[in-house]
């Protein structure tokens, strides 16, 4: 089924192929605090999907929700049609979803290679293939690295775990345009290749439509609108003036 550009309607659109990661009507927060209002959105095998929205939307909660760490009070978030709810973070890590954030969570005084010994699974990808530029690298301290190199590290340590969904959150801060464009095409063959179900947060409107198939506008915690990252293109100026406040 091909997702259309639309109001949220409340249903669930999906990409070419059927959902791996499937969020419905799905209310989450902080403690009292209730961020995300009947959150729909799926992302199917070898998709890229895009959240975009302003500051405070809530795109980062949903990241957290799917990976466990924010508590969701109603709806569902399934992974290949069993829910993540009520599992740990670690569990939910073990069902194959990896999570980037926005911090990159690394550990400074450790290695690359001591990172990627932490993490890595037979059937996970080959960090220092993917990322040649670590393999010199690879007994420095995490805390000496470049930003560029600690997130190829970030990213190559979520994918050593053979993730069937990647959580990616605002990968290109800080980060020098060439680096960027490195990051983002390595992640589009993967997605492509390992069937890997990608969700991201990112800032830069142009790196979320020019590396997704598809985008969710959020906006105060809910859907506003989705579609493909050409419909969304088309319609960016009434995108923005609706939702963005720009
Ligand atoms: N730990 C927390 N405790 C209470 N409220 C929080 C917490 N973290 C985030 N919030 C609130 O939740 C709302 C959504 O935050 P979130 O970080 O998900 O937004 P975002 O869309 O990712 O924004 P940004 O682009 O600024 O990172 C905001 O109002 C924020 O202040």
């Not at 999906?14 to 927060?29: E, K, N, Y």
């Amino acid at each position: 089924m091909t997702a259309t550009v639309s109001e949220h309607s409340g249903k669930t659109p999906t990409g070419s192929g059927s959902a791996v990661l499937d969020i419905s009507g799905v209310d989450a927060g902080y403690g009292p605090i209730r961020v995300l209002q009947g959150v729909d959105l799926s992302v199917s095998a070898g998709e890229i999907v895009s959240l975009l929205g302003p500051n405070g939307a809530g795109k980062t909660t949903t990241l957290l929700a799917c990976s466990g760490m924010v508590r969701v009070t109603s709806g569902d978030i399934r992974l290949d049609g069993r829910s993540l709810l009520r599992s740990s973070p670690h569990a939910i890590a073990r069902r194959r979803l990896a999570h980037v954030p926005e911090d990159r969570s690394l550990f400074p005084s450790l290695t690359i290679d001591e990172h990627l010994r932490l993490c890595a699974r037979p059937d996970g990808l080959d960090v220092l293939e993917l990322f040649p530029e670590l393999q010199k690298r690879r007994n420095k301290r995490v805390g000496v690295l470049s930003g560029g190199e600690q997130q190829m590290l970030a990213l190559g340590r979520a994918l050593a775990a053979g993730p069937r969904v990647l959580l990616v959150d605002e990968m290109s801060m800080g980060l020098a345009p060439v680096v960027v464009e490195r990051l983002f095409s390595a992640l589009q063959d993967i997605a492509v290749s390992a069937g890997l179900a990608v969700l991201m947060v990112e800032q830069h409107v142009h790196l979320a439509l020019k590396y997704a198939q598809r985008g969710y506008v959020l906006a105060g915690g809910r859907v506003r609108t989705h579609g493909t990252t050409e419909e969304l293109r088309e319609r960016w100026s009434e995108i923005e003036s609706s939702y963005l406040g720009r």
